[in-house]
């Protein structure tokens, strides 16, 4: 245990082990937090709709909602952190999601839209604070401490997707119950967050008098860090929301699309570990944007073909997920010179990215509608990964913003 320690304790000689270690449960928490309010959702879309008698669209605007929180707020989390402090911020930040969790499963269609955008506020500072966290305290050790953010935020997205139908129906919870339950883990979360607010000095500041302020807006690679961000988020919620409904028109029950949604998430894991680390230490990220598109690309035309081969392709969609949302959390730390600077472009590439990405549910959702199956969402889907790429080998050089 020492050793792992070891590996992933935070810069500064001065920093315990206890208090080094409360961090690390801490940031791991945190970003279990960060997906499972999200991806429970996905398998019980057919529930919600049938019992508040709802059309798709309004049902994928259920999944848009939190993407447009995160559009809404990501800019302004770096000016809340200069102001606050990272620590105290988060742990608002907690409180704020227990409250989304609670109001999201108290009563009607309203509580429902409201909770989901008030949880999706608290998710967004946190998704914009977590990278530039990780860059201030473990400066040496961004690849592998995004891996470990990742891999916690994936694995409990997807526990988080094969057990919200159980909950629901063979536990008698319904989909409100199966919902609110991940108000215990923000509650948890919230009990080892509190010693990060001791001491002016664990405040993690991101931003110190000596530091060069970059106008991110006006940056080229800032801008297709961003679009890249936008994308991979646009194909992963549109799967999340989605993939269920698309599974059962193949003749998959309820019970095991939820299970296959959260294999496909349980497949991403082992990339979202490797290819952080990986991308760290290679001088440019090209060659991995490649084949994070090929993953998505494959996995999107089996979909299409509907044939039996379904789990594959889900796990194929998975891993091009979590290669492309861990090459996007490295490119905040890769491209960026300090922690200022990282969480900008964090907060930029969630705010716009994440504006990009709410059209996808929504946007799929009517395309299904209109052209009364999925043919035609899934192939606009493919146009989608093709942009990707473009942008992906764009961001994946070796440069730094502000050079």
Same mark, same amino acid.
């Given at each position: 245990? $020492?050793?792992?320690?070891?590996?992933?304790?935070?810069?500064?000689?001065?920093?315990?082990?206890?208090?080094?270690?409360?961090?690390?449960?801490? %940031?791991?928490?945190?970003?279990?937090?960060?997906?499972?309010?999200?991806?429970? %959702?996905?398998?019980?879309?057919?529930?919600?709709?049938?019992?508040?008698?709802?059309? $798709?669209?309004?049902?994928?605007?259920?999944?848009?909602?939190?993407?447009?929180?995160?559009?809404? =707020?990501?800019?302004?989390?770096?000016?809340?952190?200069?102001?606050?402090? @990272?620590?105290?911020?988060?742990?608002?930040?907690?409180?704020?999601?227990?409250?989304?969790?609670?109001?999201?499963?108290?009563?009607?269609?309203?509580?429902?839209?409201?909770?989901?955008?008030? =949880?999706?506020?608290?998710?967004?500072?946190? !998704?914009?604070? @977590?990278?530039?966290?990780?860059?201030?305290?473990?400066?040496?050790?961004? &690849?592998? *401490?995004?891996?470990?953010?990742?891999?916690?935020?994936?694995?409990?997205?997807?526990?988080?997707?094969?057990?919200?139908?159980?909950?629901?129906?063979?536990?008698?919870?319904?989909?409100? &119950?199966?919902?609110?339950?991940?108000?215990?883990?923000?509650?948890?979360?919230?009990?080892?967050?509190?010693?990060?607010?001791?001491?002016?000095?664990?405040?993690?500041?991101?931003? /110190?008098? !000596?530091?060069?302020?970059? $106008?991110?807006?006006?940056?080229?690679?800032?801008?297709?860090? /961003?679009?890249? *961000?936008? =994308?991979?988020?646009?194909?992963?919620?549109?799967?999340?929301?989605?993939?269920?409904?698309?599974?059962?028109?193949?003749?998959?029950?309820?019970?095991?699309?939820?299970?296959?949604?959260? =294999?496909?998430?349980?497949?991403?894991?082992?990339?979202?570990?490797?290819?952080?680390?990986?991308?760290?230490? @290679?001088?440019?990220?090209?060659?991995?944007?490649?084949?994070?598109?090929?993953?998505?690309?494959?996995?999107?035309?089996?979909?299409?073909?509907? !044939?039996?081969? %379904?789990?594959?392709?889900?796990?194929?969609? &998975?891993?091009?997920?979590?290669?492309?949302?861990?090459?996007?959390?490295?490119?905040?730390?890769?491209?960026?010179?300090?922690?200022?600077?990282?969480?900008?472009?964090? &907060?930029?590439?969630?705010?716009?990215?994440?504006?990009?990405?709410?059209?996808?549910?929504?946007?799929?959702?009517?395309?299904?509608?209109?052209? !009364?199956?999925?043919?035609?969402?899934?192939? %606009?889907?493919?146009?989608?990964?093709?942009?990707?790429?473009?942008?992906?080998?764009?961001?994946?050089?070796?440069?730094?913003?502000?050079?």
């Amino acid at each position: 245990m $020492n050793s792992i320690y070891n590996k992933l304790a935070p810069k500064g000689g001065a920093t315990s082990t206890s208090t080094g270690w409360l961090l690390l449960i801490g %940031v791991i928490l945190i970003a279990a937090n960060l997906r499972a309010p999200l991806t429970s %959702v996905g398998p019980l879309i057919e529930t919600i709709r049938a019992d508040l008698s709802i059309s $798709n669209t309004l049902a994928g605007l259920i999944t848009t909602i939190p993407l447009i929180a995160f559009a809404l =707020l990501s800019p302004l989390v770096p000016k809340l952190a200069r102001r606050f402090g @990272m620590s105290p911020v988060l742990f608002g930040a907690l409180v704020l999601l227990i409250i989304g969790i609670v109001i999201r499963s108290a009563w009607n269609i309203g509580s429902l839209l409201l909770g989901t955008f008030i =949880l999706g506020l608290a998710i967004s500072i946190c !998704n914009v604070l @977590m990278p530039s966290l990780i860059k201030a305290k473990y400066p040496l050790k961004i &690849g592998i *401490m995004i891996g470990v953010y990742s891999v916690a935020m994936n694995l409990s997205g997807a526990i988080a997707s094969g057990i919200s139908v159980p909950f629901a129906n063979q536990m008698g919870l319904g989909w409100k &119950g199966s919902l609110g339950i991940w108000g215990i883990l923000a509650f948890v979360t919230l009990l080892f967050w509190i010693p990060q607010l001791r001491g002016q000095q664990q405040k993690a500041k991101i931003m /110190t008098s !000596n530091e060069k302020q970059t $106008n991110l807006w006006k940056s080229p690679l800032a801008w297709q860090v /961003t679009v890249f *961000m936008g =994308l991979q988020s646009m194909i992963f919620y549109v799967v999340i929301a989605w993939l269920p409904d698309i599974l059962k028109t193949q003749g998959i029950s309820a019970d095991s699309s939820g299970w296959i949604l959260s =294999l496909m998430q349980l497949a991403l894991l082992p990339v979202t570990f490797i290819m952080p680390i990986v991308a760290a230490r @290679m001088k440019n990220q090209v060659s991995l944007m490649i084949v994070t598109w090929l993953f998505f690309f494959t996995g999107i035309v089996g979909l299409l073909s509907g !044939n039996h081969l %379904v789990l594959l392709w889900a796990i194929l969609i &998975g891993i091009g997920a979590g290669c492309s949302f861990s090459l996007a959390m490295t490119l905040f730390g890769l491209r960026t010179s300090n922690a200022r600077d990282a969480a900008e472009l964090s &907060g930029m590439s969630q705010s716009v990215g994440y504006l990009l990405a709410a059209l996808g549910p929504t946007l799929f959702g009517y395309l299904h509608d209109l052209s !009364n199956g999925w043919n035609v969402p899934l192939i %606009v889907l493919l146009v989608i990964t093709c942009f990707l790429l473009i942008s992906g080998i764009a961001s994946g050089r070796n440069r730094l913003i502000g050079e």
